[in-house]
């Protein structure tokens, strides 16, 4: 299985006030720990980049 990463994703994974924080660390908890089966992460340049420019657009972005 392949997993589609979506800025939204990394950024609620990072961001502790971001509400679904709590799901994003657990299912990346479930990858570390192999409870969760997948053969790559799939990333978008466009996504790539969105999330690094994030932190300068978005002042309620809190890393």
């Known amino acids: 299985m392949n997993i589609f990463l979506d ?11 971001d ?9 990346l908890k479930d990858i570390r720990e192999r409870r969760l ?3 790559r992460f799939i990333l978008s340049e466009r996504i790539l980049i969105n999330f690094v ?4 657009l978005s002042p309620r972005v809190d890393f």
């Open 7 to 17: 800025t939204s994703a990394i950024v609620a994974w990072f961001n502790k006030r």
């Open 19 to 27: 509400k679904y924080h709590e799901d994003a660390q657990r299912v």
């Open 37 to 39: 089966d997948f053969t």
């Open 53 to 56: 420019f994030s932190p300068f």
